[in-house]
């Protein structure tokens, strides 16, 4: 069992920037392809961000060029580097953790989740 604790979140003004980090327990975490998702009120969950266990990303369209993944094997943490924030970014962040070589769009294929960060920005 894998136990995912995202911190970071918080209130900004537009144009401001976050850092999110996600903090995995276990001794496996170089093994997961790790994800950031975000849903807001009346929305789906949408993946924001993914990198897998060699380090390659993948972004939302809406996303590239302003927010950045990483992860420190050492640590067990992923972090999730958010710039030039848009009101439309407000969201609860999760990260997501899944044993796989490969990255996944779909919520349901992840198979771990933290507890979620809440990110507001404010216009």
């Known amino acids: 069992q894998v136990q995912l604790v995202e911190s970071g979140g918080g209130l900004v003004q537009a144009g401001g920037s976050l850092r999110l980090s996600c903090t995995a327990s276990?001794?496996?975490?170089?093994?997961?392809?790790m994800g950031w998702f975000r849903q807001a009120p009346g929305k789906e969950r949408e993946l924001v961000a993914a990198?897998?266990?060699?380090?390659?990303?993948n972004y939302a369209d809406s996303v590239k060029g302003r927010f950045t993944i990483s992860r420190d094997n050492a640590k067990n943490t992923v972090y999730l580097e958010m710039n030039s924030l848009l009101p439309e970014d407000t969201a609860v962040y999760h990260c997501?953790?899944?044993?796989?070589?490969?990255?996944?769009?779909?919520?349901?294929?992840?198979?771990?989740w933290g507890q979620g960060t809440q990110v507001t920005v404010s216009s």
């Open positions: 990198i897998t266990r060699g380090g390659s990303t």
């Open positions: 997501a953790a899944k044993t796989s070589s490969s990255w996944y769009v779909s919520p349901g294929r992840y198979d771990y």
């Open positions: 276990g001794r496996t975490f170089s093994s997961y392809v």
